[in-house]
């Protein structure tokens, strides 16, 4: 299936054309494109598609264009997916069948190939990608001020690409060729004064200098007539070079830099971070916790800042990273880098393809990114030296995953998620990162399903809080179930949650699904702690002890101890101290969780094979 935007747009499937025809519907496949693998808001929807002036009905007409996008264009192929979230859509494309993510990756290349010296090759790449477009972006589609504004910013990223093709050709001499396009570009862009520069090089360059004067002429004339203002002063500089230059018909082309002579890579200024979520709810002493930890001492520090956010499985611990992130990254103009390293699942991230991808963003070329991790963590230590850069590790699972991710310099942060503390990574801050509130867990519900709904049965709201533990991944599922099912009552979903025949099923939705993300923590603990997790569901709650604990697993008391706080310390089991007596508690859904795993317990050891 491949999408074009790059010119009227496009949608084919196996050499078929499913491009819509209806204008509305082509219009809101060309924002979902644009904002590909993006949650596009029904807000912003309306705001494209009515402007000020939306019907009554623009949340139905709205889902009537989405039914028919999905069952006319997306169902067929199955090879885009278009997923409803708790505030909008999101369409789930690989980049790999859209026009315009080839262009970028070819100019991408292209910019490498150019900072490496090779011209000739950074040509190629450049007319390979300029080859895409087939006339102006999304010709023929009905814009309002937001695809408006996506538009000109592809035309935007279209000219920066062609003055770069343009200057790989003037290095490699090409001249006479590049004179009669030049012209075009400086009618077509009459105040654009890097074209007119460049055909003035040209000109000159291929002994037509009065020719060249010419043109600095009529674009002085133009930009005084037009805006009241002088030539840039880089203009003014060519102007007077070519003044003071001896006469010449013809210079020789500039010989290629061999490989020793080509200039470093510029050094890159990475924005890696996901985007914020939009309706980040509550959480505001933690917040001001990370943010304290981050802004301390920052000119005095000897070491990179670095703080530990950790918590129950669903509770919110990414989210409130990137947000974090996002609030702070002023702090960090040299830019923020991101990996997920996927610590609690079967096949974590390598740290040999974090590093190659740090390395890769902040501008090291690919031939110069050594083979082992040692290697590249001293060429990362390097790169990041005097730079402030914040990292953000999502989901590690031990010190030693994510010691050779932390950059040199203390002016540095790294704030790193995961279901363990992480207290043994040195100056490390670890922050516990509680379930909401019920005030939390209410707006939260209120954000995403709408303050009427909610506060018409703010009871039934808080019942759903208290059924979902407070947790924020089970509320998000909910709220997300609420909000695609506009009719259903909030005592409706309360009572499914509660007397279902299988809470847990009631928390699956989309890509929410409370169930898989314990089982990524479930099966990495040793078979006797899973053994003991299902087995201490059985205890009455609230809390229980280690002596309880003992007595219901048939071990010893320091056995069972032990046990305990391996859970503890994956976030499985919450423990506190009660008047010198250490009690332990399941959250809710764990207990609700391990109950289901001590139901399936004959199918363990298949389950547990290799694990």
Request: with cysteine; proline share 6%; aromatic share 6%.
């Amino acid at each position: 299936m491949v999408f074009r935007i790059l010119g009227p747009l496009s949608v084919t499937h196996e050499d078929r054309d499913i491009t819509p025809t209806a204008p509305k519907v082509r219009q809101v496949l060309a924002f979902l494109l644009v904002r590909r693998n993006q949650v596009v808001q029904v807000s912003e929807f309306v705001d494209e598609l009515w402007g000020d002036n939306p019907p009554d009905s623009a949340m139905t007409t709205l889902q009537t264009y989405i039914y028919k996008l999905r069952k006319d264009v997306l169902d067929p192929s199955g090879l885009a997916r278009l997923h409803t979230q708790s505030c909008g859509y999101l369409l789930d494309v690989d980049d790999d069948d859209i026009d315009a993510c080839h262009f970028e990756r070819l100019a991408q290349q292209g910019r490498l190939e150019r900072e490496r010296g090779d011209a000739q090759r950074a040509s190629e790449l450049f007319t390979e990608a300029l080859a895409l477009w087939r006339a102006p972006a999304l010709l023929g589609v009905n814009a309002g001020e937001i695809l408006s504004a996506h538009t000109t910013r592809l035309e935007e990223n279209k000219l920066r690409v062609l003055g770069m093709r343009i200057e790989a050709d003037m290095q490699l001499g090409r001249y006479e060729e590049l004179i009669s396009e030049l012209k075009e570009l400086v009618r077509s862009y009459p105040l654009h004064e890097r074209f007119h520069a460049n055909l003035m090089t040209a000109l000159d360059r291929s002994g037509r200098r009065y020719e060249a004067f010419e043109v600095y002429r009529r674009l002085r004339e133009l930009l005084i007539d037009e805006l009241g203002l002088e030539p840039s002063p880089a203009v003014q500089r060519l102007h007077r070079s070519l003044l003071n230059a001896e006469p010449t018909e013809s210079r020789p082309a500039p010989r290629p830099a061999t490989s020793t002579e080509r200039a470093p890579a510029r050094t890159a200024v990475p924005a890696q971070l996901p985007p914020d979520v939009p309706d980040f709810t509550g959480r505001e002493a933690v917040v001001r916790q990370v943010t304290a930890v981050l802004a301390a001492g920052q000119e005095h520090r000897t070491a990179p800042a670095a703080v530990s956010i950790c918590g129950l499985t669903g509770v919110g611990k990414t989210t409130l990273a990137l947000h974090v992130g996002h609030l702070e990254k002023a702090r960090y103009p040299h830019g923020q880098l991101f990996a997920d390293l996927r610590g609690s699942s079967r096949n974590p991230t390598s740290q040999l393809d974090v590093l190659a991808a740090f390395l890769r963003a902040l501008g090291v070329p690919e031939q110069q990114i050594p083979p082992t991790v040692e290697e590249r963590s001293s060429l990362y230590r390097t790169w990041t030296n005097g730079r402030r850069l914040l990292v953000v590790l999502d989901d590690a699972a031990t010190a030693s995953q994510i010691a050779p991710l932390v950059p040199a310099t203390p002016e540095s942060a790294v704030v790193v998620t995961s279901r363990w503390g992480l207290q043994v990574l040195p100056g490390v801050q670890v922050t516990k990162l509680d379930v909401m509130t019920t005030g939390e867990a209410v707006a939260l519900l209120r954000a995403m399903v709408g303050p009427s709904r909610v506060n018409a049965e703010p009871e039934e709201a808080e019942r759903i809080a208290d059924r979902c533990g407070h947790l924020p991944l089970a509320l998000r599922c909910v709220g997300a179930r609420l909000a695609a099912a506009p009719t259903w009552s909030l005592r409706k979903m309360a009572s499914l949650i509660e007397s279902g025949p299988a809470a847990l099923d009631q928390l699956r939705f989309a890509e929410f699904d409370v169930r898989t993300n314990y089982d990524e923590t479930y099966y990495r603990l040793e078979p006797h702690d899973r053994s003991a997790l299902r087995l201490l569901s059985l205890l009455p709650p609230p809390h229980f002890t280690a002596a309880t604990a003992a007595n219901l697993l048939g071990s010893a008391a320091d056995t069972v101890e032990t046990q305990l706080g391996r859970l503890v310390a994956c976030n499985l089991l919450e423990a506190r101290a009660d008047e010198g007596v250490v009690r332990y508690q399941l959250h809710r859904l764990t207990r609700l969780y391990a109950r289901e795993r001590l139901n399936h317990e004959f199918i363990e050891p298949r389950l547990g094979t290799n694990v």
